[in-house]
């Protein structure tokens, strides 16, 4: 990772550490570079936070000052714009959003021709331009790139969705829009394929998204299921690249249950190459555990569904994901898609007959404990002696019976402590252990 773009593009507070000039050197440079082998051809998407129309802006300038033509998608879902890449041909696509994130951070994410993450080397060259002096030519005259309204195209997205889709006619669903991306195309996609739907935070304003809502606070969408009657329960992100199922219990259904549900639809119709599911290293113990006793063996990646991808790619695996709900199915898509992954769960319970509660059921979640801790130098904080220490006598008083990891975050100045134990109280006593050592380092923010 190069000092601006971690392992999901460039995030930072708007016009802070993530400023309008970055967004138009990026613009310029791929403009540039991707016009090198002729006229490029740029897609850029956006979600409903405040300063995502500004930073389309100021791409969309860069890179048509390069000689570019760029294509707005408007407000969309992550991975519509990687479908849309590859399907119409584009040099390169960029999505602006911070995921997950609030409203007053945004973020850049850049994609391949192949609509795969965008080649660390590319990023690190756009870095290099953050620092000096602009030195790409302008294009002039006729060379001048345009920018074109690309609205319509989500409707070829939309139809590769259905088309990948069961009929849903008689299956009531809650949905969670999060005030995001999902608002552009998760109603229309469900009620076209027959579902009923009943949708919340679904009318963005620029500063609710994921405010209290999606897939990071799913709380309220639970409390819904738990009172209607419903069939499922969706929660996306702010993209709409991660998904949170309820059961009709209002039960979480997170990324490791969508794992192991889809991982053993899989298997049991000879679908599943190798018997392989890609998870990270934030994947439960009890996953681990279940997917023993079905015969499921696990592959295990840094976090970030980039290096879940990556895994899958190279060794041909059907599918992988995150705890956190970016699910990678290999034979459709490059990257995480919270809609497709909610089709493909209803497509197991039409299939079975089953409901979400039940198709988990057998999947024992252990308890877990996530504390972050703001730090001014993560890699300092992970080679610290006395952090090391305590780290090694938590995990020998866990032994086989829960675990401990401790990384750092990819986008933010943070070390992650995670911790999974028998009960909560063992995990709020392991966790703290670690986290009051790293917080007398002096290291912290």
């Known amino acids: 990772m190069g000092k601006y773009f971690g392992t999901d593009g460039i995030r930072g507070r ?7 000039d970055k967004a138009i050197k990026i613009g310029r440079y791929l403009g540039a570079y991707y016009g090198q082998s002729g006229h490029a051809r740029i897609l850029i998407g956006k979600d409903t936070r405040l300063s995502s129309s500004m930073f389309e802006s100021g791409l969309a300038a860069g890179a048509a000052a390069s000689g570019a033509d760029v294509y707005l998608l408007g407000v969309c879902p992550t991975p519509s714009v990687s479908y849309l890449i590859q399907k119409e041909h584009f040099s390169c696509g960029i999505m602006v959003s911070a995921s997950h994130n609030p409203y007053y951070d945004n973020g850049i994410k850049l994609f391949s021709p192949a609509g795969k993450k965008m080649d660390p080397a590319v990023e690190e060259a756009i870095e290099a331009t953050f620092t000096g002096e602009d030195e790409l030519p302008y294009a002039i005259n006729e060379a001048i790139g345009r920018i074109i309204d690309y609205h319509d195209a989500l409707q070829l997205y939309i139809s590769w969705l259905r088309e990948t889709a069961c009929d849903l006619s008689g299956m009531n669903i809650a949905l969670d829009l999060a005030n995001g991306s999902a608002v552009a195309t998760a109603v229309e996609t469900l009620r076209e394929l027959g579902a009923k739907l009943e949708v919340i935070h679904s009318e963005p304003n620029g500063v609710n998204i994921n405010t209290h809502c999606g897939s990071t606070h799913p709380e309220e969408l639970q409390e819904l299921m738990r009172k209607g009657h419903y069939d499922a329960g969706f929660a996306f992100d702010g993209d709409a690249d991660r998904l949170i199922a309820v059961d009709e219990d209002g039960n979480l259904i997170n990324g490791d249950y969508t794992l192991y549900i889809v991982g053993k639809a899989l298997k049991a119709k000879g679908l599943l190459k190798d018997d392989v599911v890609v998870t990270t290293v934030m ?163």
Not at 14 to 20: P, Q, Y
Not at 346 to 366: C, D, N, R, V
Not at 381 to 400: F, M, R, T, Y
């Open 14 to 20: 708007a016009n802070d550490t993530l400023t309008l």
């Open 283 to 445: 994947a439960n113990l009890g996953l681990y555990k279940a997917f023993e006793k079905c015969g499921i063996h696990s592959v295990q990646t840094a976090v970030g569904d980039k290096y879940v991808y990556e895994s899958m790619e190279a060794n041909g695996y059907t599918i992988g994901g995150e705890q956190s709900g970016h699910i990678i199915f290999n034979e459709y898509e490059t990257t995480g898609d919270g809609l497709f992954t909610a089709l493909q769960l209803l497509k197991i319970m039409k299939e079975t007959g089953l409901s979400l509660k039940t198709l988990g059921e057998e999947l024992f979640i252990y308890p877990q404990l996530l504390v972050n801790v703001p730090v001014k130098d993560k890699e300092k904080a992970l080679h610290d002696p006395k952090i090391l220490a305590e780290i090694a006598a938590v995990e020998a008083k866990l032994g086989d019976e829960g675990r401990i990891l401790v990384r750092p975050s990819g986008t933010e100045p943070l070390v992650r402590v995670m911790v999974e134990a028998k009960t909560h109280e063992l995990c709020d006593e392991y966790v703290y252990q670690i986290v009051d050592t790293i917080r007398s380092s002096n290291n912290t923010l």
